[in-house]
């Protein structure tokens, strides 16, 4: 079968690579669409997950499918079974994370389906493609969790990619009235708009705390007044912005990190401790990864997905992904039939 690999920095192959040998506590997922993660980008640059390994890294960790086969010790999995895969742990190799397996490929290897906890079932009336989304949606959960937004509370999130757009729809889904999304993509805007934020700010072109504060009105401070807004999550990626949290933020404001600066941070240790702040960094998944696909199936998220593309034209997806900040989600559909089943 073919499958997508690293194979060093800049160096992404559609490989020919044996079929899937699974055992008898694993299963073989038939591959219907995976998502393409800023993350894959970063693999490629690296040539690997920290840099080149001594084999070749399969890409590919945001995917659901069909079960095609289950060994004799999987339980309460079968032939057909609509699914999402949780891309694993560091015990059992991570798909599309650094283990052999990845997504992006006609069919992957489920090691220890046995154990439970690896496949989540999709229900009937879910497309596939927009299941593929649990696992950045399930991202997007955990940072909204570790933003710890108080009910009736306020919260901004920088950055609209596909975690930041997961944090507004878990935000909303959650109750939570008052969600301002900042981007500077106007097709992002737009899709937090979308997915029920109440406002989008442009940072290019608004002043962005001005605007907070008159939306949230205002509390004293030491140094001058500070907009009310109880939360931030930073879904961005820009380093800059996690200064600005702690130098215009509220004093007991809360403040969920879960892009990844790739610079070092200046900040003030000074203002930390005067407005007490609590900052938190926030990585993979909430306690229950069922939660993501429990959403998907209440609330149609569809729209986060704008751009498709077969396995053939990986490349394209790289493209489109690397290049231009106006998309959502990247979908790679691998299994047309069953995409939208």
């Not at 040539?47 to 960790?61: K, S, T, V």
């Not at 742990?89 to 090691?111: F, M, Q």
């Not at 997007?140 to 944090?167: H, K, N, T, W, Y």
């Not at 500077?184 to 907070?212: K, Q, Y």
Request: hydrophobic share 45%; proline share 8%; net charge negative.
């Amino acid at each position: 079968m073919q499958q997508v690999r690293v194979h060093g920095p800049a160096d992404v192959r559609l490989d020919e690579v044996d079929d899937p040998e699974p055992g008898p506590r694993d299963a073989v997922v038939r591959v219907a669409a995976c998502g393409m993660c800023g993350s894959d980008l970063g693999y490629i640059r690296m040539g690997g997950l920290a840099g080149p390994g001594p084999e070749p890294m399969a890409l590919g960790h945001e995917l659901a499918g069909v079960v095609e086969w289950a060994g004799a010790e999987v339980e309460d999995l079968a032939p057909g079974d609509r699914v999402v895969v949780h891309p694993g742990d560091d015990e059992l190799g991570r798909i599309g994370n650094g283990s052999p397996e990845g997504g992006l490929a006609p069919r992957v290897l489920v090691r220890e389906a046995a154990r439970g906890h690896r496949l989540y079932p999709v229900p009937d009336d879910l497309p596939l493609e927009v299941a593929a989304l649990a696992e950045p949606l399930a991202v997007g959960m955990r940072a909204v969790g570790q933003a710890d937004v108080p009910e009736g509370g306020s919260v901004v999130v920088f950055g609209c990619g596909p975690i930041g757009l997961a944090a507004v729809a878990t935000l909303v889904d959650r109750g939570i009235t008052d969600v301002v999304a900042v981007d500077l993509s106007a097709t992002r805007r737009d899709l937090a708009v979308g997915l029920g934020a109440t406002a989008a700010l442009d940072p290019a072109t608004d002043d962005v705390w001005a605007a907070l504060a008159e939306q949230h009105g205002t509390v004293p401070f030491m140094f001058g007044p500070a907009p009310a807004t109880d939360a931030f999550i930073e879904a961005s990626g820009a380093p800059s912005v996690i200064t600005q949290v702690i130098e215009r933020s509220r004093p007991g404001a809360h403040l969920s990190v879960v892009a990844l600066p790739h610079n070092n941070i200046t900040t003030s240790s000074l203002l930390i401790l005067m407005k007490q702040l609590t900052i938190r960094g926030s990585m993979e998944y909430p306690p229950r990864f069922e939660d993501a696909v429990e959403l998907l199936s209440r609330r149609d998220l569809s729209s986060m997905i704008t751009h498709r593309f077969p396995l053939a034209e990986v490349e394209a997806a790289l493209e489109v992904l690397g290049g231009t900040k106006d998309c959502g989600k990247v979908m790679v559909t691998i299994d047309e039939e069953g995409v939208g089943a």
